[in-house]
Nanobody, 119 residues
Framework: VQLVESGGDLVRSGGSLRLSCATY????????MGWYRQAPGKERELVAS???????NLADFVKGRFTISRDNSKRTLYLQMNSLKPEDTAIYYC??????????????WGQGTQVTVSS
């Protein structure tokens, strides 16, 4: 299984980015998927997750700003990030979870993509 993130960049506060996670070697539609992030000196945290049936978990700190979606035909997960803040600066990781529905834990990870938000 391979997960490949893209879309990270340097953006100004208030800007937008769209992250993508292309998946290989797995039955994409059969796994819950998630976006996580890790800032320097902090633990990795859940940003958003999306089950096979479409149930969504969003961290409180991104509600109203970020949207998670998936395209099963392209085996790709997305994270649309709007109204970005400097505190959103982190490495963002894509994860494929063990099961289709929640609760479930990540099983496979991508290499991460850097998002930097300047003030």
């Amino acid at each position: 299984v391979q997960l490949v993130e893209s879309g990270g960049d340097l953006v100004r506060s208030g800007g937008s980015l769209r992250l993508s996670c292309a998946t290989y070697g797995m039955v994409f539609s059969m796994n819950a998927m998630g976006w996580y992030r890790q800032a320097p000196g902090k633990e990795r945290e859940l940003v958003a997750s999306l089950s096979s049936s479409g149930n969504i978990n969003l961290a409180d700190f991104v509600k109203g700003r970020f949207t998670i979606s998936r395209d099963n035909s392209k085996r790709t997960l997305y994270l649309q990030m709007n109204s970005l803040k400097p505190e959103d600066t982190a490495i963002y990781y894509c994860a494929a979870h063990r099961d289709p529905e929640f609760p479930t834990m990540p099983r496979w990870w991508g290499q991460g993509t850097q998002v930097t938000v300047s003030s």
